[in-house]
């Protein structure tokens, strides 16, 4: 088996540990319960001050930042909803040249980008795909609330099978609209990068402290790295504000989504949903909390189901590559 | 006042010019960027404009200058490295042609209205479809409203020469802006010419460090740029942008002022060359390459006793509308050479015969104004097209109206 | 002659509910030969849960479509509004939609001697300690009643739209009359009990019920508006490139502590505030570390402030927190200021105790995990002081 990876990182051991100064603050128009600000109140903790900041086109940016008002208290810039990998690329490599022909002070400054499922994974991953196989060091966060959420929420190819949206609406004629299988991003950057060393899924509030030390894993490593969060979106989803916290958690309990690092190669589960690990909750028990799965019959649960047992039974590496494995008869 | 092409003064001796090379536009560009000593380029194919970035990735390998140079995997992305890099404070550098160009149009709309300065090379290239290489002015013209500063060149020793001139004058603290330095595909990118380098020395007294100041991304100056704004906010940034963009004219007069003084009498003026206009009766104005064979059209009809002359247009943004309407309401009747479209317009005319004709709207005696549309996707604009379209122009100043009367030149009709 | 109305509603919560009433005043009006249409007002879009929105309609006996349009239809805003129907009556604490928009009263649009419908269970007195007072008469009507909340995919029919077009009959005939009303609801629904519950709610509102529900407010009656509307810079003023100054770093223990976004402080997006019990608390940090609007101020006993102003109400607190009755949800309108309570609690925690027990009141107001799906109430519990029950045990997940 291989040795287990060491990254050399200030690790926050436990919640009483975790910084206490905001450098994302209150003051920001998102929605009651957003857990996608959580997601950008926690990088930039983890980070610290020394950083550089971009968001996307999306909730995180039009939320945030009402004009003449801001809650970043770090330097941040918006940049275009595809342009998440080009922007974080082109700061960095704009700090390195400046450092290298002194006309900056020489240190670590942290560049990190921010975009939405839609901004990173589906317009911005050929710009992404790009940074991942550059030389800077930078971290490309996706919040990925599973739809377009700034536009009062559209699918996205991160939407989970089934779910309502404004694109994807019950009918009497078509019950399920939303048909396309929620695309697996983390794992496709990780498998088409071999020298990106780490890409990691994580959700802000479970387990504790968990994302903040992938956060400070990624900006240690060197190089790109990539991290996917899992952000439950109370508007989106239709479900309380108050709930909020156990969404994700519900999410990743169920096994729909796969809680990993991947340091160098290396797959760490973070929670392992396989029958062989901590196994998992019917996904059912999630998706019966959230208005946007309301109009789903028990053969749509099925449907899914299936889909999540597959993924975590049947991949040679469950969660993260649907590679099933390698057959020797040729078809 | 008539001027003839100004050889550059100096000699090699006084340190103002180093060496000369023969290069075509493209490397002459890379040239300027080498001695601009740029931090940050971003680099993607599309001809014509490529051999820019063949050019610069030599020079660095070859340790001319220091750059970061990244190979971006769409324009989009390229434009975008470009924008973010100069947010940090770091000269940037990018290009495209035709298509490309417009592949990335959402980063250069912004770039403009961030108020960052780049630096852009346009090789013009006819707009697909279908794919053709030739040169087309439509790419560089598509940001004409949106805040950019956009000039064109005719000489591979203008261009190197203006993407110094550009980052000066973009990077002025009372402009920012970004700059596209328009180059005619094939007709400029690919003709190559002796052409006098600049010493490094001249070119740092000529070109100062780029400073955003505080507008600069960086930790000790901790800022949020661009939140997003509704309605009570953007009339007031819309008014910033143009406000700028009026400044440009002064900080361009004052560039040609400095540069002319570091490296001789180069630009008798600056936003456009006129040759043999002071008693002309009949006179071409175009941007780019087709100045050459306006020129020599006009030095044999002149020996004919033709009174004819020609207004090579160097600066598109900001458009010199109080010099070029002067100018122009001196003569009997003006042809514009349009190496565009802009199908549907008034008219039907080119953009460029457009602009001229609201500038010489208020003149007080107003020329006969005719157009001409031709050399798209790549086809000549020869010497006996230039004598056709000066034959064409005269006549327009006889008959009572041709106003608004358009010729394609060279189209097989 | 124009009649103009505003629905003031809690967004998303409220979008699909504020978008009917205001589409159906138009059709309701329309059948009755007028002139109608109606809007959102845009730059409410994106709607965020909870942050105050409006809807409009805009009826006119005599105007063509078009005038009507171009006099009402041309603006963001309204000019002003004959009736201004407000959902939740939280709203009442004064509306802050976006930064640099400043806190408005809630009547900051209504006409001399229009009417500001507010559905609430509270009597007239109570709402009037809230809201601005105004140079000239206007009425303040009572339209018993919830405010009704739900999510976008699944909405709740509780009848409040129904009641509220009966309201607006009662208030205002001349935009739909009450006949008008019972005509469309029947044609449409075919369903007896929404017409019923429209002339109920018009009954409710008319001058001879008892108890009055429609008051007249005089120019003495409401409370002095201190928040001021901000004047926004001129282009000059603003600096280039759409820069903004980043917020101020600051940090240190105690109330207000963290230095927070002056611009647009939010708090008037919450129905609901987080009721702390400091007594119970275990300083297990789980509040502070969920809030997704950074509203704890860590103290140095350990214990945990909240700074209301930026507080949006979205219970996540209440909902995470392991100690029985230590965070509760209260009603928005049991509280007159943004006092630390810590520093309250500090002072004297047997007042603040009592205070604040009285205020939570005997029943926990909240809402299923699908909003839609109705108001859940359970028995409220008054813990002794320094009694702590564990509610849940938090999951230790080895990291």
């Known amino acids: 088996m291989t040795t287990t990876p060491k990254i050399d990182y200030e690790k926050i051991k436990g919640v009483h540990k975790v910084p206490l100064e905001e450098l994302y603050t209150s003051g920001h128009r998102t929605c009651q319960g957003c857990e996608s600000a959580t997601t950008m109140r926690g990088f930039i903790k983890a980070s610290g001050p020394r950083t550089i900041v971009t968001g996307a086109t999306g909730c995180m940016y039009v939320a945030n930042t009402s004009y003449l ?43 990190i980008n921010f975009s939405g499922d839609l901004g990173a994974g589906d317009m911005g991953i050929g710009g992404i795909s790009g940074a991942l196989q550059s030389d800077y060091d930078l971290l490309i966060i996706m919040y990925d609330n599973e739809s377009a959420a700034n536009t ?34 983390a794992g496709m950057l990780a498998v088409g990068h071999p020298t990106c060393k780490y890409v990691a899924t994580a959700c802000a509030t479970f387990p504790p402290t968990d994302y903040l030390n992938k956060t400070r894993k990624a900006l240690s490593i060197g190089g790109p790295t990539f991290i996917h969060t899992y952000d439950p979106c109370p508007k989106g989803w239709d479900y309380h504000p108050r709930y909020s916290n156990e969404l994700g958690e519900l999410g990743i309990k169920c096994g729909i989504y796969p809680l990993y690092e991947i340091v160098e190669g290396n797959v760490i589960y973070t929670w392992d949903a396989r029958k062989s690990g901590k196994g998992r909750i019917p996904v059912k028990e999630f998706l019966q909390r959230q208005g946007r799965f309301e109009h789903l019959i028990q053969e749509d649960i099925d449907y899914i189901q299936k889909g999540v047992d597959e993924m975590w039974e049947e991949w040679e590496i469950p969660g993260v590559a649907p590679l099933k494995g390698i057959l020797k008869a040729r078809i | 006042m008539t001027v003839t092409m100004e050889k550059p003064k100096s000699g090699m001796s006084d340190g103002v010019y180093e060496r000369e090379e023969l290069l ?125 500063l956009l000039c064109w060149v005719t000489t591979p020793q203008e261009a190197l020469e203006h993407v110094l001139i550009g980052y000066r004058v973009a990077e002025d603290k009372n402009v920012r802006m970004p700059m596209a330095l328009a180059i005619d595909g094939a007709f400029l990118t690919h003709s190559q010419h002796i052409v006098k380098i600049p010493s490094v020395a001249a070119a740092k007294k000529f070109l100062p460090q780029y400073d955003l100041a505080e507008r600069r991304l960086h930790p000790d100056n901790p800022i949020s740029v661009a939140p997003q704004a509704n309605e009570d906010w953007v009339m007031e940034i819309r008014r910033q942008n143009w406000e700028a ?169 | 002659m124009i009649k103009r109305v505003e629905v003031q509603y809690r967004g998303i919560f409220q979008k699909n509910l504020a978008k009917k009433i205001g589409s159906d005043i138009v059709m309701i009006a329309s059948s009755m030969g007028q002139r109608a249409f109606s809007n959102g007002r845009y730059s409410d879009a994106p709607e965020r849960n909870g942050i105050p929105c409006k809807y409009f309609a805009f009826v006119s006996p005599d105007l063509s479509e078009e005038e009507l349009e171009a006099e009402c239809g041309a603006k963001l805003e309204i000019d002003e509004a004959n009736v201004s129907v407000v959902l939740d009556d939280t709203m009442c604490k004064g509306v802050e939609p976006w930064g640099w928009h ?83 609801l029947m044609k449409k629904t075919k369903d007896k009990k929404r017409a019923e519950a429209a002339r109920a709610a018009y009954n409710s509102l008319r001058q001879e019920a008892k108890p009055p529900r429609v008051k007249t407010v005089t120019p003495n009656e409401g409370i002095v508006w201190t928040h001021e509307i901000p004047v926004l810079p001129k282009w000059f003023e603003m600096q280039e490139g759409a820069v903004v100054p980043a917020v101020p770093r600051g940090f240190q223990m105690g109330p207000k502590g963290q230095s927070r976004n002056t611009g647009f402080k939010r708090g008037t997006t919450k129905t609901q505030r987080p009721a702390v019990r400091f007594d119970l608390c275990t300083k297990c940090t789980l509040c502070w570390a969920e809030c997704p609007d950074e509203c704890f101020d860590p103290t140095t006993d350990g214990y945990y402030d909240i700074e209301y102003q930026y507080c949006v109400g979205c219970g996540k607190c209440a909902e995470v927190c392991p100690v029985k009755e230590c965070i509760v949800m209260v009603d928005e309108l049991q509280f007159h200021d943004n006092n630390s309570p810590w ?56 990291v």
Not at chain 2, 341 to 347: I, K, L
Not at chain 2, 360 to 377: D, T
Not at chain 3, 138 to 156: M, P
Not at chain 3, 354 to 380: D, F, H, M, Q
């Open chain 3, 102 to 184: 400043g806190v408005r009263p809630i009547n900051e649009r209504v006409v001399k001697d229009g009417c500001l419908v507010v559905i609430t269970k509270r009597p007239h007195e109570e709402l009037l300690q809230f809201i601005g007072k105004k140079p000239y008469n206007y009425r303040l009507a009572t339209l018993d009643g919830e405010a009704s909340l739900a999510g976008l995919w699944v909405n709740k029919d509780d009848l409040t739209y129904e009641h509220v077009l009966g309201a607006i009959a009662a208030v205002e005939p001349t935009i739909i009359s009450i006949e008008a009303v019972e005509a469309y």
């Open chain 2, 245 to 413: 963009a009026k400044r440009a004219r002064g900080v361009i007069k004052e560039a040609y002022k400095e540069f002319n003084a570091i490296f001789g009498e180069r630009y008798a003026q600056p936003y456009f060359d006129e040759y043999m206009t002071d008693d002309a009766e009949t006179v071409l104005i175009g941007v780019g390459t087709v100045a050459a064979p306006g020129r020599t059209a006009v030095k044999r009809l002149r020996e004919k006793g033709h009174k004819v002359g020609y207004v090579n247009l160097r600066w598109f943004r900001p458009f010199p509308t109080e010099e070029l309407r002067a100018c122009l309401s001196r003569f009997k009747s003006v042809g514009v050479v349009d190496r565009d479209f802009a199908h549907g317009s008034p008219d039907n005319c080119g953009i460029l015969m457009h602009e001229i004709r609201s500038c010489l709207y208020p003149a007080k005696n107003r020329p006969a104004i005719v157009n001409f549309i031709g050399g798209l996707g790549g086809r000549d604009l020869s010497i006996a097209d230039a004598q056709k379209m000066f034959d064409i122009t005269a006549q327009a100043a006889k008959k009572d109206s041709m106003d608004g009367y358009i010729t394609w030149i060279g189209l097989r009709e």
């Open chain 1, 69 to 111: 008002t801001t809650p970043w208290i770090v330097p941040w810039m918006h940049t275009q909803l595809g342009a998440g990998g080009a922007s974080a690329v082109g700061m960095a490599a704009g700090v390195r040249a400046l450092q290298r022909k002194g006309k900056i002070k020489q240190e670590k400054i942290n560049i």
């Open chain 3, 343 to 398: 520093e309250d609690w500090k002072k004297d925690p047997k007042t603040y105790i009592t205070s604040l027990e009285a205020k939570k009141g005997t029943e926990r107001v909240n809402y299923p995990v699908v909003t839609g799906k109705g108001v859940i109430v359970t028995k409220g519990e008054v813990m002794p002081e320094g009694k702590i029950v564990p509610v849940r045990k938090t999951e230790e997940v080895e």
């Open chain 1, 152 to 185: 009062d929420i559209q699918a996205t190819g991160l939407s989970i099978y089934g779910a309502q949206t404004t694109f994807t609406p019950p009918g009497s004629k078509h019950r399920i609209m939303q048909r396309r299988w929620k695309k697996n991003v």
């Open chain 2, 24 to 148: 075509n536009g493209c490397q002459a560009v890379a040239q300027g960027v080498c001695l601009a000593d740029v931090d940050v380029i971003a680099a993607y194919p599309i001809r014509p404009y490529t051999e820019v970035m063949d050019a610069l990735s030599k020079l660095i390998a070859d340790g001319a200058f220091d750059a970061e140079y990244i190979i971006a995997d769409s324009e989009h992305s390229q434009f975008e490295i470009v924008k973010h890099a100069s947010s940090v404070n770091a000269r940037a550098f990018g290009g495209s042609s035709g298509t490309g160009w417009m592949y990335g149009m959402e980063a250069l709309t912004v770039t403009a209205t961030d108020r960052l300065p780049p630096m852009f090379v346009v090789g013009n290239r006819a707009l697909d479809d279908p794919g053709a290489f030739g040169v087309e002015h439509n790419d560089a013209m598509a940001v004409r409203d949106l805040g950019w």
